[in-house]
């Protein structure tokens, strides 16, 4: 009776851990379809000031926006606030230290997501600025303009040159890859090619060009960085999707062995009680 009452107790804990599973895959997937749909309404619009920080650059002549003086870049790594997504936020943490590793150029880290800080600090890495990341779409509409406002500011801070989005880039449902991006300073080699229709007529610039470049730059950058936090939700989501299926289908074998265990537990006191009452009767015959 106490084994019964123990496999009892694992097949309802068991039974339990299947209905959170299933309702934190069910929201993966919500979540997932939600960020998908932002990224396609976000890309006609970097396209657009894509194409305008490339016209301004071509008249005005310019290649790059950078200032003459040593090379230093700040990476800032994108992962998630939570775990239960497989090797997520390891993949995109190994992409940020082949960064720092493949160049001569020195690099410091921010980190946008706990989990980055902390892996990057089990490799003796400190990042100079550790933020929290958006966990919804309505964070990162929240959260984007501070996150920017902090980011730019480490990047001043640290007087870098160079600055480099690392996130994992959304292509389907679970699948993502490592996406190592410059940001700053835009140059023309490393913008889009542009849309020809994106403006229905030649845009006549009469604002003064630096403060022209100067505007298109820093949306330019705000763009980008809704970008990047709209990918890595997606791809976190999708990760976690994966994740919680397969865990549902161990969980599911596991349910499964338990019951049948359970089953033939009781089956055997059935028949341990069912030989008592013909032992008992068959002594008082």
Same mark, same amino acid.
């Given at each position: 009776m106490?084994?019964?009452?123990?496999?009892?107790?694992?097949?309802?804990?068991?039974?339990?851990?299947?209905?959170?599973?299933?309702?934190?895959?069910?929201?993966?997937?919500?979540?997932?379809?939600?960020?998908?749909?932002?990224?396609?309404?976000?890309?006609?619009?970097?396209?657009?000031?894509?194409?305008a920080?490339?016209?301004?650059?071509?008249?005005?002549?310019?290649?790059?926006?950078?200032?003459?003086?040593?090379?230093?870049?700040?990476?800032?790594?994108?992962?998630?606030?939570?775990g239960?997504?497989?090797?997520?936020?390891?993949?995109?943490?190994?992409?940020?230290?082949?960064?720092?590793?493949s160049?001569?150029?020195?690099?410091?880290?921010?980190?946008?997501?706990?989990?980055?800080?902390?892996?990057?600090?089990?490799?003796?890495?400190?990042?100079?600025?550790?933020?929290?990341?958006?966990?919804?779409?309505?964070?990162?509409? +929240?959260?984007? =303009? &501070? @996150?920017?406002? #902090?980011?730019? /500011?480490? %990047?001043?801070?640290?007087?870098?040159? *160079?600055?480099? !989005?690392?996130?994992?880039?959304?292509?389907?449902?679970?699948?993502?890859?490592?996406q190592?991006?410059?940001?700053?300073?835009?140059?023309?080699?490393?913008?889009?090619?542009g849309?020809?229709?994106?403006?229905?007529?030649?845009?006549?610039?009469? +604002?003064?060009? =630096? &403060? @022209?470049?100067? #505007?298109?730059? /820093?949306? %330019?950058?705000?763009?980008?960085?809704? *970008?990047?936090? !709209?990918?890595?939700?997606?791809?976190?989501?999708?990760?976690?999707l994966?994740?919680?299926?397969?865990?549902?289908?161990?969980?599911?074998?596991?349910?499964?062995?338990?019951?049948?265990?359970?089953?033939?537990?009781r089956q055997?006191?059935?028949?341990?009680?069912?030989?008592?009452?013909?032992?008992?009767?068959?002594?008082?015959?």
């Amino acid at each position: 009776m106490p084994e019964l009452r123990e496999l009892r107790r694992k097949l309802d804990n068991v039974r339990d851990i299947s209905e959170v599973v299933h309702a934190m895959r069910n929201l993966a997937a919500a979540y997932v379809r939600r960020a998908e749909a932002a990224l396609d309404a976000i890309r006609p619009y970097t396209e657009i000031v894509e194409t305008a920080l490339r016209i301004v650059l071509e008249r005005s002549g310019r290649t790059r926006t950078a200032p003459e003086r040593a090379p230093h870049c700040l990476a800032v790594v994108f992962a998630g606030e939570q775990g239960l997504c497989g090797a997520y936020n390891e993949r995109v943490v190994r992409a940020a230290l082949a960064f720092r590793e493949s160049g001569a150029v020195p690099v410091d880290f921010a980190t946008v997501g706990r989990r980055a800080a902390g892996l990057l600090a089990a490799a003796g890495v400190q990042p100079v600025l550790a933020a929290r990341a958006p966990t919804s779409l309505e964070g990162i509409r +929240a959260q984007a =303009a &501070e @996150l920017a406002a #902090d980011i730019f /500011e480490a %990047y001043t801070g640290r007087a870098a040159t *160079r600055m480099v !989005f690392v996130y994992n880039a959304y292509e389907n449902m679970g699948r993502f890859r490592e996406q190592t991006q410059t940001v700053l300073p835009p140059r023309l080699d490393r913008l889009g090619p542009g849309r020809k229709d994106a403006f229905r007529y030649e845009p006549i610039l009469t +604002a003064p060009p =630096a &403060e @022209l470049l100067g #505007d298109l730059i /820093e949306e %330019y950058f705000f763009i980008q960085l809704h *970008r990047a936090l !709209f990918e890595s939700h997606c791809s976190e989501n999708g990760a976690r999707l994966l994740a919680m299926t397969a865990a549902s289908g161990n969980i599911e074998d596991r349910a499964e062995a338990l019951t049948k265990e359970f089953q033939s537990a009781r089956q055997d006191l059935i028949t341990t009680e069912l030989l008592d009452v013909v032992a008992g009767s068959e002594a008082l015959r």
